[in-house]
């Protein structure tokens, strides 16, 4: 196994880089559990009850890697981070990209210049060469010290090159009035005409995921993906429009672990106030988010009628399997952010996105931010 060595300052303890193994399954779980992020609600994104088998969503899992650092005196597992590869559109050209994620640490683990620059040392040392010289990774928009941190550049770290804002948004499941809309469900037969289709829609767009058939059969074989998720518009047999609503919670959950005081405080207020207008309400602490993911979103001939019928199908279908919400991930210059913004009951939540580079380098494309799609159900 692999191990970069970090030195400490007199009197610290250094942090020792590896290779996470199967023995390390517990604790990632754990620290993925016990580290939330901040904010008006704290949420702590987990992988209950594998996590390793989890990372089937995030790519191929034959390029996944998850590094641990750990006290070099004491083995204590003190930090994680995730490198995973999956195939998505450049340039109209099939790319295996570099995701980098999970970062998380022990509470009261003191970050230092020298840790970060191991830490991305050992994720990148293990980029095979048929990838490109630079990963994509996402921060909070509100995280506005970290970005600022980054963007500035810390002398030796790598590169943070700003391509485009990115909305997550939160739509409520809504009751069909009528299922003759003419969006139907599929079935395991449509799954190799599904894959053709999104590959032709998404080819024209950069960061895309490459939904091959044998992809999408890997998903459905590991009972990550179930064929009977997609939902289809047709013309004469063929597609024309389809998206899924993809229920992750068998592996991939969001943990609300709490709440800002005032809003603790108000909080049965508040969902007086969400039933009322047909909203969710705020579960406790301590709750899973009873969402799914609004993922393979595409249409034909960019018909934002027909976007806005899987919507509106995919809330009702959700509603049907007791799915309190959907999340649906939208670059800033998408077509149909500003609709689905204005719907009643949406939210959406900020974050940016950036190529992650060698400070050196100039490796990364110059892309167009208005033909950007990301998958937000595989990050």
Not at 3 to 12: E, N
Not at 31 to 48: K, N, P, S, T
Not at 192 to 204: D, E, N, T, V
Request: net charge positive.
């Amino acid at each position: 196994m692999n191990a970069i060595p970090l030195q400490a300052a007199p009197g610290k303890t250094g942090i020792q880089f590896e290779l996470a193994a199967e023995s390390d399954e517990t604790e990632l779980r754990s620290l993925l559990r016990d580290q939330a992020m901040d904010g008006e609600v704290r949420i702590a994104m987990v992988r209950e009850p594998d996590y390793f088998a989890s990372l089937i969503v995030n790519g191929d899992p034959g390029r996944h890697s998850v590094f641990v650092g750990r006290d070099s005196r004491t083995s204590r597992l003190m930090m994680m981070g995730s490198r995973s590869v999956q195939n998505v559109f450049l340039g109209g050209r099939v790319a295996r990209l570099g995701y980098l994620s999970q970062l998380r640490a022990i509470t009261g683990f003191p970050w230092r210049r020298d840790t970060l620059l191991s830490g991305y040392a050992f994720a990148i040392h293990h980029r095979r060469a048929d990838e490109p010289g630079f990963d994509l990774t996402s921060i909070m928009a509100d995280n506005v010290r970290a970005r600022r941190l980054l963007e500035r550049g810390i002398p030796g770290m790598p590169r943070y090159s700003r391509i485009t804002g990115m909305n997550t948004l939160v739509l409520p499941a809504r009751t069909r009035k009528s299922d003759d809309d003419g969006v139907r469900r599929s079935g395991t037969s449509d799954l190799p005409q599904i894959a053709g289709f999104l590959q032709r829609c998404l080819r024209p767009y950069e960061l895309a995921p490459v939904w091959s058939p044998e992809r999408l059969q890997a998903l459905v074989e590991a009972q990550a993906l179930q064929s009977e998720d997609f939902l289809i518009l047709e013309n004469g047999g063929e597609i024309t429009g389809c998206a899924a609503v993809w229920d992750q919670r068998g592996f991939r959950q969001t943990l609300v672990q709490g709440y800002a005081p005032g809003i603790e405080r108000w909080r049965p207020l508040i969902n007086l106030y969400l039933r009322s207008t047909g909203r969710p309400a705020l579960p406790p602490a301590g709750s899973t988010l009873n969402a799914a993911y609004l993922s393979h979103l595409a249409v034909a001939d960019a018909d934002h009628a027909a976007v806005s019928r899987l919507v509106a199908a995919a809330r009702g279908e959700a509603a049907r399997r007791g799915i309190d919400l959907l999340l649906l991930g939208l670059c800033d210059n998408d077509p149909a952010l500003g609709t689905l913004c204005r719907t009643r009951g949406v939210r959406a939540y900020r974050s940016v996105l950036y190529f992650v580079e060698d400070a050196h380098s100039q490796s990364h494309p110059i892309i167009d931010p208005g033909k950007i799609r990301v998958e937000l159900a595989t990050l």
